[in-house]
C-alpha cells in the first residue's frame, strides 16, 4: 500500500511518488519517475503544492502539464486527440477516461449512450458532426417513444465530449451550444395528460378500495400511503429502523428505484415525519407481519428490515410495476373504483391536508418538497377551494380530518 506523506495527495510508491490534484474539475493522479528519497519526496511535495496554487489562479495550462509529466498516459491521449485525427468513438472514450468518482448507475448510462452514438457516427470526426447530424438522431429518439428527459440526459456524454474538443481546439464551435430548446413529442404530450394529471382519490373511494383487498400486507401499504404522502419508492426503502413507534415519528432516508437502494435526490428528501394518527396505526398492524422477519441486504445501507414487503413470500418490494400491475390493478377492478395509478395515493394524502386548511410550507416540507412551487402547480384547484370555503391561514389542522374518518 503506498504511503501518505504529511502533506495531502502526496503518496509514497515503491519505486516512484504519486501525486494527485485537481484540475479543469477533474482528478488527475500522475507518477514521478523519482525513488522516494527524503530530498525526492520534498521535490514532490513542492510541485504538488506549486500546482494547487496555479490551479487556484487559474495559470496551470496543458503546457504546464507536459513539462512537469512528459510520460503521462492522460497527457499522450489528449494530446493525440488535439491533432484532430481522432474519431468520435475515440474521443468519447477520452472524455470517459477523465470522468472520476461515477456512480455505478451513471457510468452505465453514459456507457449506454456512448454506444448509441459510437453505432451511428462512430468513424466520423468530431469536426465533421453537425447540428442537423445531431436533431436528425434527437427526432429519431422522440420517434421511437424515448422521452425528452431521456434524450437529455443522453447529450450529456456527446456535449463533455465536444467541450473537451473545444477546449483543446479540436473543434471551432460545439454544436450542441446552438441546440435549441427541445419539444415533446406528441406522444410524450399524450402520455404526460394521462400520467402527470393529479386525480386524487375520494375518501369513500379509499375506503371501497381498502374493504375490496383481501391482503393484509397490500391493504396496509396502500393505507400508509394515502396517510403518509410518500412517494412508491420511499414506501420500498422504509424500514423498521427508521421508525420510532413510541414518538409515532418515520425518517425518510432512502428509496428505491428499479431495484437499486438510493439516498433522496435533494436534501428536502431526507426528513423526519411526525405521522398522522391513522398511518401509525398501520403501522401498529403491519408490525404483525414484518417486524421479526430477517433484514435484506439494502447495498450500501447493509442489512435493513423494510417494513412493507410483498405478501405471502416476504420479499422486498423493487418495482413499482410489480406493485401496479401484479396487486394495485386488479384490486381496483375488483373494488370497481376507476383506475388511477398508485402515485394517486401521495396526491390522496397531499388534497385531504389541502382541503382541510393546512397551509403549503408545512405541506411542502412534509411531502420532501425543497419550496412550495410543486404544491402551487399540482394543487392549484384545492388550494382556491381551500381559500374559498375555509377562511384558515395554515397551522396543523389535519388532526380536523383526523377526527372524521378515524
Same mark, same amino acid.
Given at each position: 500500500?503506498?504511503?501518505?506523506?504529511?502533506?495531502?495527495?502526496?503518496?509514497?510508491?515503491?519505486?516512484?511518488?504519486?501525486?494527485?490534484?485537481?484540475?479543469?474539475?477533474?482528478?488527475?493522479?500522475?507518477?514521478?519517475?523519482?525513488?522516494?528519497?527524503?530530498?525526492?519526496?520534498?521535490?514532490?511535495?513542492?510541485?504538488?503544492?506549486?500546482?494547487?496554487?496555479?490551479?487556484?489562479?487559474?495559470?496551470?495550462?496543458?503546457?504546464?502539464?507536459?513539462?512537469?509529466?512528459?510520460?503521462?498516459?492522460?497527457?499522450?491521449?489528449?494530446?493525440?486527440?488535439?491533432?484532430?485525427?481522432?474519431?468520435?468513438?475515440?474521443?468519447?472514450?477520452?472524455?470517459?477516461?477523465?470522468?472520476?468518482?461515477?456512480?455505478?448507475?451513471?457510468?452505465?448510462?453514459?456507457?449506454?449512450?456512448?454506444?448509441?452514438?459510437?453505432?451511428? @457516427?462512430? #468513424?466520423? =470526426?468530431?469536426? /465533421?458532426?453537425?447540428?442537423?447530424?445531431?436533431?436528425?438522431?434527437?427526432?429519431? $429518439?422522440?420517434? *421511437?417513444?424515448?422521452?425528452?428527459?431521456?434524450?437529455?440526459?443522453?447529450?450529456?456524454?456527446?456535449?463533455?465530449?465536444?467541450?473537451?474538443?473545444?477546449?483543446?481546439?479540436?473543434?471551432?464551435?460545439?454544436?450542441?451550444?446552438?441546440?435549441?430548446?427541445?419539444?415533446?413529442?406528441?406522444?410524450?404530450?399524450?402520455?404526460?395528460?394521462?400520467?402527470?394529471?393529479?386525480?386524487?382519490?375520494?375518501?369513500?373511494?379509499?375506503?371501497?378500495?381498502?374493504?375490496?383487498?383481501?391482503?393484509?400486507?397490500?391493504?396496509?401499504?396502500?393505507?400508509?400511503?394515502? @396517510?403518509? #404522502?410518500? =412517494?412508491?419508492? /420511499?414506501?420500498?426503502?422504509?424500514?423498521?429502523?427508521?421508525?420510532?413507534?413510541? $414518538?409515532?415519528? *418515520?425518517?425518510?432516508?432512502?428509496?428505491?428505484?428499479?431495484?437499486?437502494?438510493?439516498?433522496?435526490?435533494?436534501?428536502?428528501?431526507?426528513?423526519?415525519?411526525?405521522?398522522?394518527?391513522?398511518?401509525?396505526?398501520?403501522?401498529?398492524?403491519?408490525?404483525?407481519?414484518?417486524?421479526?422477519?430477517?433484514?435484506?441486504?439494502?447495498?450500501?445501507?447493509?442489512?435493513?428490515?423494510?417494513?412493507?414487503?410483498?405478501?405471502?413470500?416476504?420479499?422486498?418490494?423493487?418495482?413499482?410495476?410489480?406493485?401496479?400491475?401484479?396487486?394495485?390493478?386488479?384490486?381496483?377492478?375488483?373494488?370497481?373504483?376507476?383506475?388511477?395509478?398508485?402515485?394517486?395515493?401521495?396526491?390522496?394524502?397531499?388534497?385531504?391536508?389541502?382541503?382541510?386548511?393546512?397551509?403549503?410550507?408545512?405541506?411542502?416540507?412534509?411531502?420532501?418538497?425543497?419550496?412550495?412551487?410543486?404544491?402551487?402547480?399540482?394543487?392549484?384547484?384545492?388550494?382556491?377551494?381551500?381559500?374559498?370555503?375555509?377562511?384558515?391561514?395554515?397551522?396543523?389542522?389535519?388532526?380536523?380530518?383526523?377526527?372524521?374518518?378515524?
Amino acid at each position: 500500500m503506498p504511503k501518505k506523506t504529511t502533506t495531502p495527495n502526496v503518496e509514497i510508491r515503491a519505486e516512484s511518488i504519486r501525486l494527485t490534484f485537481w484540475w479543469n474539475h477533474a482528478r488527475h493522479r500522475e507518477t514521478l519517475a523519482l525513488h522516494p528519497t527524503p530530498p525526492n519526496v520534498k521535490h514532490a511535495v513542492r510541485l504538488q503544492r506549486s500546482i494547487e496554487d496555479d490551479v487556484a489562479l487559474g495559470r496551470f495550462t496543458l503546457e504546464d502539464y507536459a513539462r512537469h509529466f512528459p510520460d503521462s498516459p492522460w497527457l499522450r491521449r489528449t494530446q493525440h486527440a488535439k491533432r484532430g485525427d481522432q474519431t468520435i468513438t475515440a474521443c468519447l472514450e477520452a472524455w470517459f477516461g477523465l470522468m472520476k468518482a461515477l456512480k455505478p448507475s451513471t457510468a452505465k448510462r453514459y456507457r449506454s449512450a456512448m454506444r448509441e452514438f459510437t453505432d451511428r @457516427w462512430g #468513424g466520423v =470526426r468530431p469536426s /465533421e458532426l453537425t447540428l442537423t447530424m445531431i436533431r436528425q438522431w434527437i427526432a429519431g $429518439r422522440q420517434e *421511437a417513444g424515448t422521452t425528452l428527459k431521456t434524450i437529455k440526459n443522453q447529450l450529456i456524454p456527446l456535449r463533455g465530449m465536444l467541450q473537451e474538443a473545444l477546449a483543446n481546439e479540436v473543434i471551432e464551435a460545439n454544436p450542441l451550444d446552438k441546440l435549441p430548446d427541445l419539444d415533446p413529442s406528441e406522444a410524450e404530450r399524450v402520455k404526460r395528460l394521462t400520467t402527470k394529471i393529479v386525480e386524487p382519490f375520494e375518501l369513500s373511494e379509499l375506503d371501497t378500495i381498502l374493504a375490496a383487498c383481501t391482503k393484509m400486507e397490500v391493504a396496509n401499504f396502500i393505507e400508509f400511503e394515502a @396517510w403518509s #404522502g410518500l =412517494r412508491t419508492g /420511499e414506501m420500498f426503502g422504509l424500514a423498521w429502523e427508521d421508525i420510532d413507534l413510541h $414518538r409515532g415519528t *418515520a425518517q425518510i432516508v432512502r428509496t428505491i428505484t428499479e431495484g437499486r437502494w438510493l439516498t433522496p435526490k435533494t436534501k428536502a428528501g431526507a426528513r423526519t415525519l411526525d405521522l398522522l394518527p391513522r398511518a401509525l396505526a398501520v403501522l401498529k398492524r403491519q408490525k404483525a407481519l414484518t417486524f421479526l422477519l430477517p433484514p435484506v441486504d439494502a447495498g450500501p445501507f447493509g442489512q435493513l428490515r423494510p417494513v412493507f414487503r410483498q405478501p405471502g413470500t416476504g420479499k422486498q418490494w423493487r418495482s413499482s410495476n410489480t406493485f401496479a400491475e401484479g396487486y394495485w390493478r386488479p384490486l381496483l377492478r375488483k373494488a370497481g373504483v376507476r383506475y388511477r395509478y398508485p402515485y394517486q395515493l401521495r396526491h390522496t394524502f397531499a388534497s385531504m391536508c389541502i382541503s382541510v386548511g393546512e397551509n403549503e410550507r408545512w405541506l411542502a416540507d412534509y411531502l420532501g418538497h425543497t419550496d412550495t412551487s410543486m404544491i402551487r402547480r399540482h394543487y392549484a384547484k384545492w388550494l382556491k377551494e381551500a381559500a374559498e370555503h375555509s377562511g384558515q391561514k395554515g397551522g396543523s389542522k389535519i388532526s380536523l380530518l383526523m377526527k372524521e374518518v378515524v
